[in-house]
């Protein structure tokens, strides 16, 4: 327990950078994704969110921050695909990361089991910090319930039911803050500082930010766009 209140008192009201890059875009490298996390380290974050096992090794074995580990997996056309099922729990417990986090919206998994029935699953060869992704307050209050660690507001907007929230979802933070008593994680399309600010004024424990630092296509983008409507 001493273990993990460290590693939440070092992660309180910072950043924390998430560095991924899926097979279909240009970075898409665990050395490029370990580079990612040391700038990031550099430039003051506070922890590291990282996907898949290979990354994740690279990362833990030459940044010292704490991690929050996922391994993204698509079993057909299921949705959930954040760590869904334990065989991807397994893959990642060689790293010993502080946290692992999962999709913790309320769809199916891909292999049927409740939340709940994971959440047990992982409870016994995971002694570590369990963080929810969660899209609304509904399975942040479930999350908690069941005994999440953190909630993070990961997937708000992006769950058929949530299409069209705000984004980053200010009130969804300030609600989950009014009436949970574990860390809350703000993420998702936090993609300049003032939002990040707003997000902690709004009672985030942290803020995750990916894109907005880590990803150069959709920086350049962004430019490109402005550019185009002058």
Not at 132 to 144: L, M, V
Request: aromatic share 4%; with cysteine.
């Amino acid at each position: 327990m001493k273990c993990s209140e460290n590693v939440l008192n070092r992660i309180k009201g910072g950043l924390i950078v998430s560095c991924q890059a899926l097979e279909d875009e240009p970075l898409h490298s665990s050395h490029i994704m370990m580079r990612m996390a040391q700038a990031a380290l550099v430039g003051g974050a506070v922890g590291i969110r990282a996907n898949s096992p290979e990354d994740c090794a690279q990362i833990r074995q030459n940044v010292d921050l704490p991690m929050i580990a996922i391994y993204k997996k698509v079993y057909g056309t299921c949705e959930v695909y954040i760590t869904p099922t334990i065989e991807e729990v397994k893959e990642l417990l060689a790293i010993q990361p502080e946290i692992i986090a999962v999709d913790a919206t309320n769809r199916s998994r891909p292999d049927g089991k409740t939340l709940k029935e994971f959440f047990k699953e992982i409870r016994k060869i995971y002694g570590g910090l369990l963080m929810a992704d969660i899209s609304n307050q509904e399975e942040g209050i479930e999350a908690e319930k069941i005994g999440f660690d953190i909630v993070s507001t990961t997937l708000g907007g992006y769950t058929d039911y949530t299409l069209g929230r705000p984004k980053p979802d200010i009130e969804l933070i300030k609600n989950l803050k009014s009436i949970l008593n574990v860390p809350i994680i703000a993420e998702g399309n936090i993609d300049s500082p003032s939002h990040a600010v707003n997000c902690l004024n709004a009672g985030a424990w942290a803020v995750v930010v990916g894109g907005a630092i880590t990803r150069p296509q959709l920086i350049t983008k962004k430019f490109v766009d402005a550019i185009k409507n002058i």
